[in-house]
């Protein structure tokens, strides 16, 4: 079936310091949209990426979907312990539905 | 932030009740889901729906139902709970969009204990 793994599955960093979650589809998709969940919390949309090669910037996020349309990442850079959470990366599939597959993950957290 | 509203926050119930996990929201959305999510795992569609009469069933095999009898509310049923569906579940949804690909809005969840 379709798949969406992110890797690492976890990381433990000090503020300051930067982060990088990667995603990758086993197909092409036709977008793919990154969400963060707070312990406890529920998943909250954070930006949706459509063009190959695209980059996107949110203040210290940058997001990338990757030129064939298949990869992406995201990059915190001087990680704040507000940053903390799971980073999910939720690929579009190009058939049907159009369904939205969410990746496995990426839990982070933030020392101060 | 989305108004979009679950009900209970958390249960805990016997083998064998039937339940029901409401799911209602006041944006006038077309497309509803729901999620399982098990505590630091991926999320699984179950169930989801473009509209009104609209059900479908999602990648993960569930065995819940769901009815869309109108636009704000999708509840979720378990005819019958067993301690395999402890979890957490998710309601979402989704504005109307070129080729589908709106963000979706989560509801806080519903945690649900079987014993």
């Known amino acids: 079936g379709q798949q969406v793994m992110q890797i690492p599955q976890y990381q433990h960093v000090q503020e300051g310091e930067d982060f990088t979650t990667y995603c990758n589809s086993s197909?092409?998709?036709?977008?793919i949209q990154w969400y963060k969940q707070r312990p406890g919390g529920h998943p909250v949309f954070l930006i949706q990426?459509?063009?190959?090669?695209e980059v996107k910037k949110q203040k210290r996020l940058t997001f990338q979907f990757g030129e064939a349309k298949k990869n992406s990442s995201l990059h915190i850079t001087a990680t704040q312990t507000t940053d903390v959470g799971t980073y999910f990366c939720?690929?579009?599939?190009?058939?049907?539905?159009?369904?939205?597959?969410f990746g496995t993950g990426t839990r982070l957290l933030v020392s101060p | 932030e989305a108004d979009i509203y679950q009900t209970p926050r958390y249960l805990v119930i016997g083998t064998g009740k039937k339940i029901t996990l409401e799911c209602s929201q006041t944006?006038?959305?077309?497309?509803m889901y729901w999620y399982q999510q098990d505590p630091g795992m991926e999320l699984h569609l179950i169930h989801y729906?473009?509209?009104?009469?609209?059900?479908e069933k999602g990648d993960l095999s569930s065995e819940s139902t769901v009815s869309r009898i109108r636009t704000e509310h999708f509840p979720l049923t378990l005819e019958s709970a067993r301690p395999s569906h402890t979890s957490q579940y998710l309601c979402?949804?989704?504005?109307?969009?070129?080729?589908?690909?709106?963000?979706?809005?989560f509801g806080p969840g519903t945690r649900l204990t079987v014993t």
């Open positions: 979402a949804s989704s504005p109307r969009g070129a080729s589908g690909s709106r963000e979706q809005y």
């Open positions: 197909t092409t998709l036709s977008n």
């Open positions: 990426l459509v063009k190959s090669g």
């Open positions: 939720a690929g579009r599939m190009n058939t049907g539905f159009q369904k939205l597959v």
């Open positions: 944006m006038g959305h077309d497309k």
């Open positions: 729906s473009y509209g009104v009469n609209s059900t």
